[in-house]
C-alpha cells in the first residue's frame, strides 16, 4: 500500500469520486448564473414619453431621456421616436421604433460605459413599474426638477425595476447636463445604412453636378484628376418656410432682438459675400419643400453660385418615398457632409449640424475653427460677419448647458 503505483491509483478513485459528486450542483450553479432572467431582475429601467416634433428636437430629447437614465443609473428602454411633425394631435403622430432612424447596437458599443438603450423584452416583471409625473407650471424651478430625480434614485424608488415618467415630451424637461455630455450622446447616433445610403445618393448628385460645372470653367485650370470626393460643395439651411417666419418673428418680439428672420434676399447675398469662397460651386438649399410658400428660391443668386434644391438636382423621388423624420435625417447628413455650412443659430437642425461639425474639428485636433482655411467651416446667415458676409459659427462645447442650441442664441463662439 505504500508504493507509488498504489497511491497513484487511490489518488485517481478519489478524484473520480469528488467529480462525480460535484459535477451536478456545479453545472446547476453555472446555469443559474448565466440565466438571462436572473440578470435581468438586477437590472433597472427607465420609460419616457414617445418623442415628438422636429428630427433635432427629437435628438435633443433623446439625449436628455439618455442623461436623466444615467443620473438615476438606470438603462433608457428604447423609446419611441415620431415620423411626422404632427405634435398637437397625439392621434398623428405615426411612431416609429428608434431602430428603424439609428443603430441600436452601434449606439451601445458606441457610448459603452456612459450610457446604455434597452429593449422592452429585457424587462423580466412588467408590473414592477412606478409612474414619475414630471413638474410642471411656473412655479416648478430646475432646481426642484434635479431635486425630484435625485430622491428617484434613491430607496423606495430604486427598488422598482421600471420607473415609468409620464407628462411632458423630453425636449421639455430641464436642462441639467453640459453640452458635453449631450455631445457624447450625439456621437454615438448613427443612422441606419437605408439611410445613410440614401444620403450617398444626394450628395453623389450634388458633386457630380460641381464637378461638371467647374470642368466647364477653364480660368480655373481644374485638375484632370479631380474626383468627386475632392468636388467640394456648400449647403444652406435655408429657413424661410411659412412656419418659421411665423415663429421667427414672434421670437424677435419676445426677445427683443432683430438677427433671427432672414428673407431670402439677406440669405443669398451673405452667402456670396463669403471671403474666400471659390467658385463655381453648388449650393444645396436645404428646405421643407411642403412648407415653403416661394418659388423663386433658386433665381438671383450671385455669379459662380450654382442653387439646387431637391427637385431641380433629381432627387425629390428619394425624399418623398419617406416620412418627414427620414426626409430631415438625409437632408441633415447632406449639410453636415458639406465643405462649406450655412444656418440660422435659432434653428434647432443648423445648430446641431454646426455641433456635429466642431466635434469633428476637435477630434482631429484642429485649434482654429472658424473661416474657410479649417475643414468643416460653418457659418449664420442671420449673423452678419466680415465684408458683410455671415458670421463664422462654431459651438461652444464647454457651455454648462444646450440651452444656446436647443434655443438658439445671437451669441455664437468662433476662435
Not at 5 to 20: D, E, G, H, R
Request: charged share 25%; net charge neutral.
Amino acid at each position: 500500500m505504500n508504493s507509488l503505483p498504489y497511491k497513484c491509483a487511490a489518488f485517481l478513485v478519489v478524484a473520480l469520486m469528488i467529480k462525480t459528486l460535484w459535477l451536478p450542483s456545479s453545472s446547476n450553479f453555472s446555469g443559474m448564473r448565466l440565466n438571462p432572467k436572473s440578470d435581468n431582475e438586477k437590472s433597472k429601467f427607465l420609460e419616457v414619453p414617445q418623442i415628438v416634433w422636429g428630427l433635432n428636437n427629437q435628438k435633443i430629447a433623446f439625449a436628455r431621456a439618455c442623461l436623466t437614465a444615467r443620473l438615476l443609473n438606470r438603462t433608457l428602454l428604447m423609446p419611441s421616436l415620431s415620423a411626422s411633425l404632427f405634435y398637437k394631435e397625439v392621434i398623428q403622430l405615426r411612431p416609429i421604433s428608434f431602430d428603424k432612424v439609428f443603430q441600436f447596437e452601434e449606439f451601445n458599443a458606441r457610448c459603452q460605459g456612459f450610457v446604455r438603450l434597452g429593449r422592452y423584452s429585457e424587462v423580466s416583471d412588467t408590473g414592477d413599474v412606478f409612474e414619475l409625473q414630471k413638474g410642471n407650471g411656473r412655479r416648478w424651478t430646475i432646481e426642484k426638477d434635479l431635486e425630484q430625480l435625485r430622491e428617484f434614485g434613491k430607496a423606495p424608488y430604486d427598488e422598482y425595476q421600471v420607473i415609468r415618467v409620464v407628462g411632458k415630451n423630453p425636449f421639455l424637461w430641464h436642462d441639467h447636463w453640459p453640452t458635453k455630455d449631450y455631445a457624447k450622446i450625439f456621437e454615438c447616433l448613427v443612422l441606419v445604412e437605408e439611410i445613410s445610403l440614401e444620403a450617398d445618393k444626394v450628395v453623389s448628385k450634388i458633386k457630380e453636378i460641381g464637378m461638371e460645372e467647374r470642368s466647364r470653367v477653364s480660368r480655373l485650370q481644374v485638375n484632370v484628376n479631380a474626383t468627386l470626393q475632392s468636388t467640394p460643395y456648400v449647403a444652406v439651411h435655408m429657413r424661410i418656410e411659412k412656419d418659421w417666419m411665423i415663429h421667427c418673428k414672434k421670437l424677435e418680439q419676445r426677445l427683443n432682438v432683430s438677427e433671427i428672420c432672414s428673407s431670402k434676399e439677406q440669405i443669398m447675398r451673405r452667402v456670396g459675400s463669403i471671403v474666400g469662397l471659390e467658385t463655381p460651386i453648388v449650393v444645396y438649399l436645404a428646405v421643407a419643400d411642403n412648407l415653403l410658400e416661394d418659388n423663386s428660391i433658386l433665381e438671383g443668386w450671385g455669379e459662380g453660385l450654382l442653387p439646387y434644391e431637391k427637385k431641380k438636382l433629381g432627387v425629390l423621388d428619394v425624399y418623398k418615398k419617406h416620412p418627414y423624420l427620414i426626409q430631415s435625417a438625409i437632408d441633415y447628413e447632406v449639410c453636415l457632409r458639406s465643405d462649406v455650412f450655412v444656418g440660422n443659430t435659432f434653428s434647432t437642425f443648423s445648430s446641431l449640424v454646426v455641433l456635429e461639425r466642431t466635434q469633428l474639428m476637435m477630434s482631429v485636433g484642429v485649434a482654429q475653427r472658424c473661416g474657410l482655411d479649417v475643414r468643416w467651416p460653418s457659418y449664420a446667415y442671420n449673423l452678419e460677419g466680415e465684408s458683410n458676409g455671415p458670421r463664422p459659427w462654431a459651438a461652444n462645447m464647454s457651455d454648462v448647458s444646450l440651452q444656446a442650441i436647443s434655443y438658439g442664441s445671437n451669441r455664437v463662439s468662433c476662435w
